[in-house]
């Protein structure tokens, strides 16, 4: 099969709602919603029939260009200022062809289970080389040009001056990033990342209060944020989680008035906050709850992949759902959300889904539910970005079946030839008792 392959037409497509609809596009948009089989018949369809039809996931907080590197750095587990400095150790020997290729590899897998827009921060390096990385990640940006939407920002920390951020930005990067609360004195990094992408005129995306128990940030960011017409985001927001219910409540309200759009990450926050708690202890997670009940904007990201931050992850935003039902309490539909529709929102990209005028991004993977997706993450999948089908995945499974049903098929086989054995066989004549004496 020719990948991408422009559609018109998703015929036979379950719903969430358990509708079957065939589904009309024309280029990137949806066209028509219809009852399945009254869809007027294209050469450039895709048969649904028994996939469910999603929009598709985006992830609005990941690290490309750190993805994949975990084998060769062997860092330190558990430990967020020991990953920082395991990282930073592995940048002194490398190269952007190692940044584009482990991140093109990642975006890849990505897109391969469903993501079609992905949001990567990218640091700005210490060293000879501060925008290696950048450069790289545009690279990969051009690459993947038409098969997902790639959004960057600059990472820079405390420590990185404000020409590397200009320089960086002038690669082409989107928004302005940092992580304030690292700073010796987070309000100043604060304010002069803020100011920068003032001066810009482009959108913020700050790693924020990414701690259990340490500075406290986003008050502040919402205040000097409040009115500004772009996309503002804070990703992490642990420390939120944590705050007295009183204080908790007041920053949220200051999120929602100032329209700051939230991105949990449940994978690497529940992987390397509270180490240094004693069992039973606070875990890393954004209050999801309260968020969604307050009306911010609410999504979810997988962060890390695979490096110092976070050993594990499978590229898939249903692993990302499923600990948002288990450890942030969302229902099914809320944590699907906050990785689709949620995630959309608070990147800039457009609507998408079965809804006529939205973008058809969608994600159609084999089973009759929600919950059935969520809870298996059947490997059964297609993809399609812009109306163009850029990922299909076909598992073929054969398992051995138990004794019960080995047993079970071989009396049915038996039964089935039984009549015909009786027939060939001819009659005998009753013995008359005399001669049985």
Known sequence: MDLPRPLSLLRRATLPDGRIVDVELAGDVVTGVRAAGTGAPSANEVDLDGYL??????DPHSHLDKARSWDAIQPPMGDLMGAIESWREYTAAMDEDDVAERALAQALAMLERGTTGIRSHVDVLRGDDPLLGARAMARVRDELDGLLDLELVVLAGPDVPDEHIHGALDLGLDL???????????????????????????????????????????????????????????????????????????????????????VANPITNLYLQGWGHESGGLRGLAPARELLSAGARFAAGADNIRDPFNPLGRSDALETAMLLVIAGHLTIDEAYAAVSDGARAVMGLPAAGAVVGARADFLAIRGGSLA??????????????????????????????????????????AASIAPASATAAPATAPVPSTARD
Do not use: M, Y
């Open 372 to 413: 059935e997706a969520v809870a298996t993450a059947p490997a059964d999948r297609k993809v399609i970005h812009a109306g163009r089908l850029v990922a299909s995945t076909t598992v073929s499974t054969t398992v051995a079946q138990p004794a019960r049903s080995r047993a079970a098929a071989g009396a049915a086989a």
């Open 53 to 58: 039809l999603l929009t598709a996931p985006a």
């Open 176 to 262: 302005v990033g940092g992580a304030p609360h690292l700073a010796d004195d987070p309000s100043a990094d604060l304010q002069r990342l803020l100011a920068i992408a003032l001066g810009r005129d482009i959108g913020v995306d700050l790693h924020t209060d990414e701690s259990l128990d340490g500075p406290a940030t986003l008050e502040e960011f919402a205040a000097t944020v409040r009115g500004w017409n772009r996309n503002v985001t804070a990703g992490h927001c642990v420390r939120l989680g944590t705050l007295p219910t009183e204080e908790r409540l007041r920053v949220i309200d200051a999120i929602v008035e100032s329209d700051i759009g939230i």
